[in-house]
């Protein structure tokens, strides 16, 4: 399984890399910033980086590599896509097709990656600040659904916005607010806070991905854009190739949030 | 030339297009978003939003159209691209090749339009905020200056960062800050406050676009990312076609730089 939890985003790539690290980045390096990751061949790049554009809230990009590159560079960080994330979703005509810990067998001439903000990124200044994260036990990730409010499609990509919940006290809302607006990277700030049926969300109680939320008296339920809403405008696209990271299993960049590089 | 200066951006986009308004539009309908404006051919589309993705200060995106439609819809805003800018340069090869008013006989099966952002956005800000905007007389625009500081490439564009300068009271260059970093459709923050030989230019006295700078004792030269960046890294792609906004002639949206609409 894995190794002990690393001291830095390198080291941890390193072990993903070695075989040696298999398991979920919630929770682990707290501050640095963690990516989604999406890859695409390049004739489908275009329409991928204009959703992007197009949704920045649940897409923020952070880089882009050059077609056929398996390698990223963010500030510091030198990451190979194909080996430094601790595990892969593969994607075949918009089916899930397993989950490797390594795709250098299934990287090609025309890959393009994507390196999508995470909303790991505000977690630890939302608690820095006073900020209650409460969580299922157990659990390193929050409840996740899928709304019936409409992303802005770019070519052949559409879907459904995704967005995250956290229950946070009322008195700390305006504070929530105000701490995640810092982290365009990290989602920025709510898309929607209070009733979940302006959302199309029935029942809380149900995410459609993830843990259970933990609500206590007196929260307010907050939505933050998710990074899981590429994974649902992708299968529209139904590429015959594509590769995402597994659910809750990142790239961790060298940079903390709180100094993030210039420019992607 | 022009009529008298309309009172809504939708009527001067319409005298725009009735060729009554051929001037440019530097303070005029403060408050309103204005946009600069790039539109090449589908297959260079994806150099040209990788190249903005990459370069956000300079090259902000407000909303991209899709091929071959040169109707662009930003919230209430609905332009058309081909008419509804005062005026136009076109570029062939990667020189400029003309300064219609109308490039209705321009538009191609293919063109994308890119909207970019316009720094005419935060000076409004600035002076209702007691920030002086100081230009020389007669004129409405900054000294405008290129750098030795590259941009970051994409595909084929390249090019180095231009930047506008405004002479700001030493006491006030924090507040300067403040206000333009709230406005990313209005280039953000500034790129370099003071010495104006760490962007490796040798005389502020001699911009390389516009006019003289206007520097009063106790001032700092202050550098915000321009949207003339752009035009300068299109050429190095030498697109056999091309058009953008003339100089100083923008698309005026109808919403107010306080009130962008979500997304592009």
Same mark, same amino acid.
């Given at each position: 399984?894995?190794?002990?939890?690393?001291?830095?985003?390198?080291?941890?790539?390193?072990?993903?890399?070695?075989?040696?690290?298999?398991?979920?980045?919630?929770?682990?390096?707290?501050?640095?910033?963690?990516?989604?990751?999406?890859?695409?061949?390049?004739?489908?790049?275009?329409?991928?980086?204009?959703?992007?554009?197009?949704?920045?809230?649940?897409?923020?990009?952070?880089?882009?590599?050059e077609p056929g590159d398996p390698v990223v560079r963010v500030g510091t960080t030198v990451?190979?896509?194909?080996?430094?994330?601790?595990?892969?979703?593969?994607?075949?005509?918009?089916?899930?097709?397993?989950?490797?810990?390594?795709?250098?067998?299934?990287?090609?001439?025309?890959?393009?990656?994507f390196l999508l903000g995470c909303s790991h990124t505000f977690e630890g200044p939302l608690?820095?600040?006073?900020?209650?994260?409460?969580?299922? /036990?157990?659990?390193?990730?929050? !409840? $996740?659904?899928?709304? #019936?409010?409409?992303?802005?499609?770019?070519?052949? =990509? %559409?879907? &459904?916005?995704?967005?995250?919940?956290?229950?946070?006290?009322?008195?700390?809302?305006?504070?929530?607010?105000?701490?995640?607006?810092?982290? /365009?990277?990290?989602?920025?700030? !709510? $898309?929607?806070?209070? #009733?979940?049926?302006?959302?199309?969300?029935?029942? =809380? %109680?149900? &995410?459609?991905?993830?843990?259970?939320?933990?609500?206590?008296?007196?929260?307010?339920?907050?939505?933050?854009?998710?990074?899981?809403?590429?994974?649902?405008?992708?299968?529209?696209?139904?590429?015959?190739?594509?590769?995402?990271?597994?659910?809750?299993?990142? =790239?961790?960049?060298?940079?903390?949030?709180?100094a993030a590089p210039e420019g992607q």
């Open positions: 399984m894995s190794a002990g939890a690393p001291d830095t985003p390198r080291a941890l790539r390193e072990l993903a890399a070695a075989g040696r690290w298999n398991g979920p980045t919630a929770g682990i390096l707290d501050g640095h910033q963690q990516a989604n990751l999406v890859i695409v061949p390049r004739e489908l790049a275009y329409d991928v980086l204009l959703y992007c554009v197009r949704n920045p809230k649940p897409c923020p990009v952070i880089a882009v590599t990451a190979d896509l194909r080996t430094d994330l601790p595990r892969y979703r593969l994607w075949r005509h918009g089916e899930p097709a397993g989950e490797p810990h390594d795709i250098t067998p299934y990287w090609r001439d025309d890959s393009v990656g608690c820095r600040a006073g900020v209650p994260v409460r969580y299922a /036990p157990g659990s390193a990730a929050p !409840p $996740v659904y899928v709304t #019936d409010v409409p992303t802005r499609p770019a070519g052949r =990509l %559409s879907g &459904p916005l995704v967005v995250s919940m956290r229950a946070i006290p009322a008195a700390l809302v305006a504070r929530a607010v105000e701490i995640t607006a810092r982290y /365009p990277t990290g989602h920025g700030a !709510p $898309v929607h806070i209070g #009733d979940p049926a302006a959302l199309g969300i029935a029942d =809380l %109680s149900r &995410p459609d991905f993830g843990p259970s939320p933990v609500i206590e008296d007196g929260d307010v339920p907050v939505f933050w854009a998710c990074g899981v809403t590429p994974q649902l405008a992708l299968p529209a696209a139904a590429p015959e190739y594509a590769i995402t990271h597994a659910p809750g299993h990142m =790239l961790v960049l060298d940079h903390l949030v709180d």
